[in-house]
């Protein structure tokens, strides 16, 4: 995250216990509601209730952001997958967005983690992208 970007993030935090399964739950509901029949989203979750202290309003926009950028990425293969992984180890939650994708530019690598940019023709291509594997 830049410095510039971090403090107003920072800020605007409302830290809640939370139940991270029934979070991940309205995650994919909203996800499938937009990309179902177009991506398959796998989800790996622990069996046992995980309860942590977080921004549920803001780790549900950041999962979204992810899994959306995930999809619209994975829709130029043949099989589009997004995968969605809760790990838990040593007093520790490791959160993992995966998609199969082409990946990153190299050139744009290093500016992923600036504050956002809009390309507004990757919504035109993403339906177009989404129709054609639909057919």
Not at 54 to 62: H, I, K, N, P
Not at 82 to 88: A, I, N, P
């Amino acid at each position: 995250m830049s410095q510039a970007y971090q403090p107003t993030a920072l800020r605007s935090l409302h830290l809640k216990l939370t139940d991270l399964g029934a979070l991940v739950q309205e995650i994919v509901r909203i996800f499938t509601a937009r990309w179902k029949g177009c991506v398959t989203l796998d989800v790996i979750v622990p069996s046992n209730r995980i309860m942590v202290r977080l921004d549920a309003v803001q780790m549900e926009q950041t999962l979204l952001n992810l899994l959306n950028n995930g999809a619209e990425a994975a829709l130029e293969q043949p099989d589009p997958h997004v995968q969605l992984v809760v790990k838990t180890a040593n007093n520790a939650i490791t959160i993992c967005v995966r998609d199969n994708g082409p990946g990153i530019d190299v050139a744009l690598r290093e500016k992923i983690f600036e504050p956002l940019r809009y390309n507004y023709n990757i919504f035109r291509k993403e339906k177009q992208l989404c129709a054609h594997h639909l057919r």
